[in-house]
T-cell receptor
Framework: ETGVTQTPRHLVMGMTNKKSLKCEQH?????MYWYKQSAKKPLELMFV???????ENNSVPSRFSPECPNSSHLFLHLHTLQPEDSALYLC??????????????FGPGTRLTVL | DAKTTQPNSMESNEEEPVHLPCNHSTISGTDYIHWYRQLPSQGPEYVIHGLTSNVNNRMASLAIAEDRKSSTLILHRATLRDAAVYYCIRYGAGGTSYGKLTFGQGTILTVHP
């Protein structure tokens, strides 16, 4: 596979469930990102990892827990979510967060529905 | 403040040029201007970026005003596949916006056959 992949593409979960979203990039990039896109709202940056270290947490509730075990993989662990957390969750990667040419490559997203 | 201002929507006919405007009147001297687009049911994709000079690539051209307070994304011949939401973004090279792409509402481009 090439580019940025995300699994699952669709997820329905109850408020008491625990689930994880997975992102994998095959581009040799060192920075990875989680974004949230709610209906009719702009993309919101959630987390940034650079060389496996978290460099940005954009005031995200603790029920979202990111994990970056290596530069190619990024997870978003979900627990006790609320219905308002239903959204499209997008993963992206870039060569280097500090690069002036910060072209980000996005995955297709995971469509999450919280019941 | 990393905001840009774009029209909510624009329309074009297939095979005609499209000029998508963006205002960024508070841009700093080191901020880059990036454009991304998001096709229906897909993640955003990079289109083009620039700092001061006009830029061309296989997808589009970017015309940047001399005072850098505005820019225009130019699609030379629109196709149906170009129907998407287009985002103009200031990429911060310093300060609180460092390393962040801050997306706004974007411009919804409709292309008519």
């Amino acid at each position: 596979e090439t580019g940025v992949t995300q699994t699952p593409r669709h997820l329905v979960m109850g408020m008491t469930n625990k689930k994880s979203l997975k992102c994998e990039q095959h581009l040799g990039h060192n920075a990875m990102y989680w974004y949230k896109q709610s209906a009719k709202k702009p993309l919101e940056l959630m987390f940034v990892y650079n060389f496996k270290e978290q460099t940005e947490n954009n005031s995200v509730p603790s029920r979202f827990s990111p994990e970056c075990p290596n530069s190619s993989h990024l997870f978003l662990h979900l627990h006790t979510l609320q219905p308002e957390d239903s959204a499209l969750y997008l993963c992206a990667s870039s060569q280097d967060r500090d690069s002036r040419y910060n072209e980000q490559f996005f995955g297709p997203g995971t469509r999450l529905t919280v019941l | 403040d990393a905001k840009t201002t774009q029209p909510n929507s624009m329309e074009s006919n297939e095979e005609e040029p499209v000029h998508l405007p963006c205002n960024h009147s508070t841009i700093s001297g080191t901020d880059y201007i990036h454009w991304y687009r998001q096709l229906p049911s897909q993640g955003p994709e990079y289109v083009i970026h620039g700092l001061t000079s006009n830029v061309n690539n296989r997808m589009a051209s970017l015309a940047i005003a001399e005072d850098r307070k505005s820019s225009t994304l130019i699609l030379h011949r629109a196709t149906l596949r170009d129907a998407a939401v287009y985002y103009c973004i200031r990429y911060g090279a310093g300060g609180t916006s460092y390393g962040k792409l801050t997306f706004g509402q974007g411009t919804i481009l409709t292309v008519h056959p």
